[in-house]
């Protein structure tokens, strides 16, 4: 493949070259070379570059803010189509929606929706990419009040494998409408993405913070705090390790309702005393994604173990505690959100996301620094997973698969999933969109 022979405006970059090495870094501290990587100058780049690698049948991958958690959007040897440069986010304050272009990451949309007094359901970081997040659910401070992020996708702009741009929505392809709101990046490469907002401009949030010692208190208390919540409660169990060595627990919340009546809420934490770091205070809502901005560096090596919980029954709280003891690693979180309210309101049948039947979701992160680290940290976030999931809920929420995680992956679609391959074989039948959690098309026997 010769670079001048890629048919598009944006910088075409391989290996050796200046910015190669900067352009395949992603949030994971992985070492991918990708054949070749574009940079995308605008989204009739994508659309070349689709009927490119369609024509040659070459592996194509979509990477957008990188921050996939088995760093699937930077596979070795294909050819990376990067919409980083896409940045561009558009508010309609009339309709109440955001039109954002697919590189576009969760900070530069809040603070633009944010100027109009108007959020949406977004990331905890503010460098997770719109597109990802929202494609496949998207769970985040607002949604027990809103959706998960995939509830708020009005419309999409799609490039499929055969090349056409369709434009996507309940009254526009509803079967694609349906698949992309939870397996989107299975079906096309997006350029444009419709996400609804609701006017909200201020809210109480930030994390308590307290020694790790006290985490059975904390999670007792923040099951107490969770089974009397409202949906303009959203809050996580969080227990991390540091560089340092030391360990801290706590909750991290964000609450739209009135602040006078946070305090009777968290109540049940008043017998611990003043938390050692306290940062919940009325802020503006473009600021929610800085929250947890700083404890997952860039580059950093990850591994990652999540399950569905359907409650927080003692068992399931013991288990947690046991191995949070157990933290090393200089950069491990460990989280239990609360899910429910609209997430679990939406009808399962009106969208792929089938992540609406849990009352929690667990999640350990689990990061260090050195290659030499790998085993023995990938055996113990391994380790804790399974000690978790004889307590977990079925099916698994998709964004948080890593990538030793294939087998889960028909699970985490769940019912939906036989659906998902005969949409997969009509409009992807040679499987271009393969770099995600991959849905195969369904085959010939199964088809007829
Ligand atoms: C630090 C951190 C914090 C996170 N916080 C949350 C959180 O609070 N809630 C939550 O639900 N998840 C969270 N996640 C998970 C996150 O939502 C997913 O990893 C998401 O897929 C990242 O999207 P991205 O666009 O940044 O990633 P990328 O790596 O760019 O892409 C992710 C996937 O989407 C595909 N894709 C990207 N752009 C397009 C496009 N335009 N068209 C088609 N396919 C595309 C890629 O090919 C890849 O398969 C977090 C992840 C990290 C690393």
Same mark, same amino acid.
């Given at each position: 493949?010769?670079?001048?022979?890629?048919?598009?405006? @944006?910088?075409?970059?391989?290996?050796?070259?200046?910015?190669? &090495?900067?352009?395949?870094?992603?949030?994971?501290?992985?070492?991918?070379?990708?054949?070749?990587?574009?940079?995308?100058?605008?989204?009739?780049?994508?659309?070349?570059?689709?009927?490119?690698?369609?024509?040659?049948?070459?592996?194509?991958?979509?990477?957008?803010?990188?921050?996939?958690? +088995?760093?699937?959007?930077?596979?070795?040897?294909?050819?990376? +189509?990067?919409?980083?440069?896409?940045?561009?986010?558009?508010?309609?304050?009339?309709?109440?929606?955001?039109?954002?272009?697919?590189?576009?990451?969760? @900070?530069?949309?809040?603070?633009?929706?944010?100027?109009?007094?108007?959020?949406?359901?977004?990331?905890?970081?503010?460098?997770? @990419?719109?597109?990802?997040?929202?494609?496949?659910?998207?769970?985040?401070?607002?949604?027990?009040?809103?959706?998960?992020?995939? &509830?708020?996708?009005?419309?999409?702009?799609?490039?499929?494998?055969?090349?056409?741009?369709?434009?996507?929505?309940?009254?526009?392809?509803?079967?694609?409408?349906?698949?992309?709101?939870?397996?989107?990046?299975?079906?096309? /490469?997006?350029?444009?993405?419709?996400?609804?907002?609701?006017?909200?401009?201020?809210?109480? !949030?930030?994390?308590?913070?307290?020694?790790?010692?006290?985490?059975?208190?904390?999670?007792?208390?923040?099951?107490?705090?969770?089974?009397? /919540?409202?949906?303009?409660?959203?809050?996580?169990?969080?227990?991390?390790?540091?560089?340092?060595?030391?360990?801290?627990?706590?909750?991290?919340?964000?609450?739209?309702?009135?602040?006078?009546?946070?305090?009777?809420?968290?109540?049940?934490?008043?017998?611990?005393?003043?938390?050692?770091? &306290?940062?919940?205070?009325?802020?503006?809502?473009?600021?929610?994604?800085?929250?947890?901005?700083?404890?997952?560096?860039?580059?950093?090596?990850?591994?990652?173990?999540?399950?569905?919980?359907?409650?927080?029954?003692?068992?399931?709280?013991?288990?947690?505690?046991?191995?949070?003891?157990?933290?090393?690693?200089?950069?491990?979180?460990?989280?239990?959100?609360?899910?429910?309210? !609209?997430?679990?309101?939406?009808?399962?049948?009106?969208? /792929?996301?089938?992540?609406?039947?849990?009352?929690?979701?667990?999640?350990?992160?689990?990061?260090?620094?050195?290659?030499?680290?790998?085993?023995?940290?990938?055996?113990?976030?391994?380790?804790?997973?399974?000690?978790?999931?004889?307590?977990?809920?079925?099916?698994?929420?998709?964004?948080?698969?890593?990538?030793?995680?294939?087998?889960?992956?028909?699970?985490?679609?769940?019912?939906?999933?036989?659906?998902?391959?005969?949409?997969?074989?009509?409009?992807?039948?040679?499987?271009?969109?393969?770099?995600?959690?991959?849905?195969?098309?369904?085959?010939?026997?199964?088809?007829?």
């Amino acid at each position: 493949m010769s670079v001048s022979s890629i048919p598009v405006r @944006g910088e075409v970059l391989a290996p050796g070259q200046a910015g190669y &090495d900067e352009a395949r870094r992603i949030w994971k501290g992985v070492d991918r070379r990708p054949s070749r990587i574009v940079r995308c100058a605008d989204t009739s780049d994508l659309r070349s570059l689709v009927d490119y690698a369609a024509r040659r049948q070459l592996p194509l991958a979509i990477a957008g803010a990188g921050h996939d958690i +088995a760093a699937r959007s930077m596979p070795d040897d294909a050819i990376v +189509a990067s919409t980083a440069a896409l940045t561009r986010v558009e508010i309609d304050t009339e309709r109440r929606l955001a039109v954002v272009a697919p590189g576009a990451q969760w @900070g530069q949309l809040a603070a633009a929706a944010a100027r109009y007094g108007l959020a949406t359901t977004g990331a905890s970081v503010a460098t997770v @990419g719109v597109a990802g997040f929202a494609l496949h659910g998207g769970l985040g401070w607002l949604m027990r009040g809103f959706g998960p992020a995939c &509830d708020n996708l009005r419309e999409l702009e799609v490039i499929t494998a055969d090349g056409m741009l369709r434009r996507v929505s309940g009254d526009s392809e509803p079967d694609l409408y349906w698949a992309m709101r939870g397996a989107g990046s299975n079906f096309g /490469a997006v350029t444009a993405l419709t996400l609804q907002l609701y006017p909200i401009s201020r809210v109480t !949030a930030g994390m308590m913070l307290y020694p790790g010692d006290v985490a059975p208190a904390v999670l007792d208390a923040y099951r107490t705090i969770t089974a009397a /919540a409202g949906d303009e409660l959203v809050t996580h169990f969080y227990y991390n390790g540091s560089p340092d060595g030391t360990h801290s627990t706590g909750i991290g919340l964000c609450y739209t309702g009135d602040p006078a009546d946070l305090a009777a809420i968290l109540a049940p934490l008043a017998p611990l005393g003043r938390p050692v770091h &306290d940062s919940v205070r009325d802020m503006g809502v473009g600021e929610l994604q800085a929250v947890h901005d700083s404890s997952t560096p860039r580059g950093a090596r990850y591994h990652l173990r999540a399950h569905y919980l359907p409650d927080l029954d003692d068992s399931v709280c013991a288990t947690v505690l046991d191995r949070c003891r157990t933290v090393t690693a200089p950069f491990t979180q460990v989280f239990v959100e609360h899910m429910g309210g !609209a997430v679990a309101r939406q009808p399962l049948a009106d969208s /792929a996301f089938a992540g609406r039947h849990a009352g929690y979701s667990f999640l350990v992160i689990n990061g260090w620094d050195t290659p030499a680290e790998d085993a023995d940290r990938i055996a113990w976030t391994r380790g804790f997973g399974d000690a978790v999931r004889p307590h977990a809920a079925h099916g698994a929420y998709v964004n948080y698969l890593d990538y030793d995680e294939d087998h889960r992956i028909p699970g985490a679609f769940g019912a939906g999933y036989p659906r998902l391959r005969a949409l997969k074989r009509r409009y992807d039948p040679d499987n271009m969109f393969r770099f995600n959690r991959n849905i195969p098309p369904e085959d010939d026997h199964a088809a007829h």
